[in-house]
């Protein structure tokens, strides 16, 4: 008798956890193995760690669960105060380990866009700051930063930060966050799994000249959207074009955890070759991340294509000012020119339900 | 009612950082969010004044001119924008009341940084199952805004949006939804197993003792 009590018993704490389990998510996964990306993430990021001295160390090292996860920003220092430690302010060696630790999280195209969004703001340094329209800012009191103008906003390779969040593992939670003006990357990585979201790519200049190249950071962001654009149908552009404009990311910085009625023409009214195109276009994100994350990523968007939506607002021809929206369960891109200028863009890419890892991670 | 706005305000203070969006110049963003319940309509806005038209603003709250910003010129600000905002529901009007708002200082506004929020709530009678149209409108410095609107997807699955226009400046929204009969709330569900598991529990402690009796 007093078996079977204590059977029952068990089976009924039994079904209680796995009641619960079942809300809570997928648990931790397997770890990461040799040479995989979270490996070498590892590596990387434990090797920027040692080079640091104990005032650097407590600057970009933070508790995995610390309000800095979502301490980014689009915003140049000056405006914005980013709390980790500053690529200007670590000798060569220590700022050649932590772009190597950026390298490491990132696809080869992915650091390349990093790369060429930094170098855009040490041109915009050189021009005397970024400015859209209207006058420059109000004088004010010195501001966080240095140098600049306007009242302490500055611009530049330098001022781009960069934090672990949590101890790099093959097997729990953490985090690599690098950013500055224009520039927002969140990589959560979870044993052998890693999510990019949120992470905010802009511009500005969104065209220079760098060595003798012209760079376009987010040129392909624009030149693939209004291929597709151009692919469509008059009957498929009236669902797609919005008769409204859109000044601004709706979901930037500041808009964790919400979810906009989708707009826009869903995938199933496009033809193959034409959700091609869009994949091809929500690649140029989800491909910032390393190729085994991104490759996970796009598997989910494409699962969730009869779900997902394109919607656009503004000109239609290349050359003009347009936003642009693709939004499906798993993924929420935004493309935003700045008020009227084509040299001027802010993006955002997140996912509703994997911002910051939140699938991955056990709460 | 202003007390509690008050309070709410000197609360609200207190807060997180207001992480700001575009470095804005010489417009005065205005971004809604809606989210709508069966009693309720919930408007989320966030006004963020570029750099260029701060003072400006800034002015419009400050009365006494002593460039800060007291609970109650808060108050009146955010009341003052509130007033600005329309709510019809199937035709007919509901007032929004400000539930909670936060104002940054004069400073953060200059650099392009400052957000304000407010979020106010109107609680129409609880839809009937069918049909209904939403109308929203923000006049609210219509010389100096752009403006943002859109609505969050509803929690409760007995709502489904079904169709949403604005005016070419999104100073108008237009939503068509339907309410659907049935228990709904996404909570029930959640609750489910824990439940069964209870039940469970209770259905095999109650075996257990008469086999033991």
């Not at chain 1, 929420?332 to 991955?360: K, M, S, V, W």
């Not at chain 2, 019809?88 to 539930?99: N, P, Q, T, V």
């Amino acid at each position: 008798m007093k078996h079977f009590s204590v059977v029952a018993v068990l089976t009924v704490l039994a079904t209680l956890a796995a009641a619960v389990a079942a809300q809570r998510g997928p648990a931790a996964t397997a770890p990461a193995a040799a040479g995989s990306a979270t490996a070498k993430a590892v590596l990387a990021a434990n090797a920027f760690l040692a080079m640091l001295d104990a005032g650097e160390r407590a600057k970009a090292a933070f508790p995995f669960d610390s309000p800095q996860r979502t301490n980014w920003s689009n915003l140049p220092s000056g405006i914005y105060q980013r709390n980790s430690v500053r690529l200007g302010d670590l000798t060569p060696a220590k700022r050649d380990a932590a772009m190597a630790l950026v390298a490491a999280v990132l696809s080869a195209d992915g650091y390349r866009k990093v790369t060429d969004i930094m170098n855009g703001d040490e041109v915009l340094r050189g021009a005397g700051g970024g400015q859209t329209g209207g006058r420059a800012g109000g004088g004010g009191p010195g501001g966080r930063g240095g140098g600049g103008r306007g009242g302490g906003v500055a611009f530049g390779k330098d001022l781009y930060y960069i934090a672990v969040l949590g101890s790099p593992s093959t097997t729990t939670p953490w985090m690599v966050q690098f950013g500055g003006h224009h520039l927002a990357i969140n990589v959560t990585i979870v044993g052998r799994n890693n999510v990019i979201t949120p992470s905010l790519p802009a511009a500005q200049p969104a065209k220079y000249t760098l060595n003798g190249q012209t760079i376009r950071p987010l040129g392909k962001e624009n030149d693939k959207a209004f291929a597709l654009m151009g692919a469509l149908n008059a009957e498929q552009r009236k669902q797609a074009i919005l008769n409204y404009r859109v000044s601004d990311l709706v979901l930037g910085p500041g808009e964790d955890g919400k979810t906009i009625q989708p707009e826009g023409i869903v995938a199933t009214a496009l033809s193959e070759s034409q959700q091609n195109m869009l994949l091809d276009i929500a690649h140029e994100w989800v491909g910032i991340l390393n190729d085994e994350g991104a490759a996970a990523r796009m598997a989910e968007i494409r699962t969730n294509l009869p779900r997902t939506y394109f919607a656009w607002s503004g000109a239609t021809e290349n050359g003009g000012i347009a936003y642009y929206r693709i939004q499906g369960p798993t993924v929420l891109i935004e493309y935003a020119p700045q008020q009227g200028d084509l040299d001027h863009i802010h993006t955002i890419y997140r996912d509703p339900t994997n911002d910051y890892g939140a699938r991955l991670v056990t709460p | 009612m202003k007390a509690r706005a008050t309070l709410t305000a000197l609360l609200a203070y207190a807060i997180i950082p207001c992480t700001a969006d575009a470095h804005r110049l010489d417009e005065y963003l205005q971004a809604t969010r809606i989210s709508i319940e069966r009693d309720r309509v919930v408007a989320e806005i966030n006004l963020t004044p570029g750099a260029a038209v701060a003072d400006d603003v800034f002015a419009a709250i400050d009365g006494d001119r002593n460039e800060k910003i007291s609970p109650i010129e808060g108050a009146a600000y955010a009341d003052h924008v509130v007033r600005s905002l329309s709510l019809d529901i199937d035709g007919e009007l509901h007032s929004l009341a400000l539930d909670t708002y936060s104002i940054p200082s004069l400073a953060d506004m200059r650099r392009g940084e400052g957000v304000i929020r407010l979020r106010a709530t109107a609680r129409p009678p609880a839809a009937s199952s069918g049909r209904h149209r939403l109308s929203f409108a923000n006049t609210h410095r219509s010389d100096i805004s752009v403006y943002l609107i859109n609505a969050l997807i509803p929690t409760d699955d007995r709502i489904r949006i079904t169709g949403q226009s604005r005016d070419m400046l999104q100073h108008e929204f237009k939503m068509d939804y339907a309410v659907s009969e049935g228990e709904g709330d996404a909570g029930l569900a959640a609750a489910l197993p824990p439940l069964l598991g209870l039940m469970l529990a209770a259905g095999v402690y109650a075996v257990a003792r008469r086999a033991n009796a």
